[in-house]
């Protein structure tokens, strides 16, 4: 026999449990299913096994979509506040790290555990590990067919994620589900992603793996579908197989195959300017000089790479010589060949239509009583905290239409 359930969610992360736990507060009778044989890894790893859980800054100017305004209205509703409530009540201990991200002081657990009492509150039932083979329309609700049984649903809310770190059961299903139902989907791409140069013109960086300093990156992106610009300024660090740290995770978001991102090494120098003033007294040599300000395997990787000698005198450069070496250091336009992928993505850019769906109630627009929550949909947060904010706000909001219903 089927069960019956009034709303069914699939997928129990960080948006899933959420929204499961407002549905059954709500009075719903709510069952939640996941494939993965442990509950919510993607938390537990989160921040480094401390979960950045929110971020008390969090606003719509700090997620990407092709509609920017589609997140709006969750997360008014549902703030960083309201979630900051939520782990006060459950007395979890935690502290703001830089720029109001804040962390649990021990473990990700914790967050994990607050959700499943927040569930447990609900009455939420769990069907965990159980694999979903499909889900149907049926005259009055919705059919889920699971290697468990048949489960009938008045409501469906996918929350599946995204398709990052698919060794911890990152699946599609979420769009392909969409795309069943006639929804548009973005193109999905990884995001918050170390991204990879090679070619001649990194050999002279190859060896500073370990590397790690405070810049300004950009991209002079702005072309192309959806391009938006980014501009942070953050630490960046040098790898093996290119560039990471979170200057370069925040905009590899941003970032279109084939276009540059602009590094400043020395955000608060002119460096031609400096060089040039200096020319006249300082008696040391280029790379001498420069490792006053850089580290200084850096700073000889940086005079190789652009045809200056590390010991040459800056006495004898000529001035159009050191603006050139100037640009270099403030603005060192490089073109990354790739991304380390899903495998090393923090989130799924792209997703879900936000034009599909509701921005109050996150259900899709032409199939009522289907919605979409969380990294699923076309909205994507920079590192920081922003991507759980948007997870508890979007299952709220499906939540609190649900318990309406
Ligand atoms: C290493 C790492 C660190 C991160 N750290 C942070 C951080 O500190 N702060 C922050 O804000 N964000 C962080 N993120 C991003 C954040 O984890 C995600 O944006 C967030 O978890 C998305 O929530 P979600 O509920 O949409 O998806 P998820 O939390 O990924 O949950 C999706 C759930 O759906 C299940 N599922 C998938 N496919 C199926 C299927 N076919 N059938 C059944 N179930 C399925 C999965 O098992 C999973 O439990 C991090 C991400 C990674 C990878």
Redesign the pocket.
Known sequence: MAKQYDVAV???????MMCAAVAGKGGKRVVL????AKL????R???GGR???TNINAGPQNFLSQNPHFCKSALSRYTAQDFLALVKKYRIAHHEKHKGQLFCNDSSEQVIQMLRAECEVGGVHWRMP???AGVQKTESGFSIATDSGEILADSVVI????L??PKI???D??YRIATQFGLKIVETRPGLVPLTFDGPSWEAFAPLAGIALEVEVSTGAGKGKGAQRGHFREDLLFTHRGLSGPAILQISSYWQPGTPIVLDLLPEMDVAEVLIGAKKTEKKQLGNVLAQWLPARLAEGLLLANGFAPDARLADMADAKLRKLGDAINRWAIVPTGSEGYRK???TLGGVDTRELSQQTMMANKVPGLYF????VDVT?WL????????WASGVAAGLALAES
């Open positions: 699939i997928g129990a992360g960080a948006a899933g299913l996941d494939h993965a919510a890894e993607k938390i790893i989160s921040g979960c950045n859980f159980c694999k979903v929350a599946t994620g995204g990052s770190i059961g990152a699946s299903l979420g993505a923090e989130v929550i969380g990294e699923t947060g920081g905290g922003y991507n759980f904010q948007w997870a």
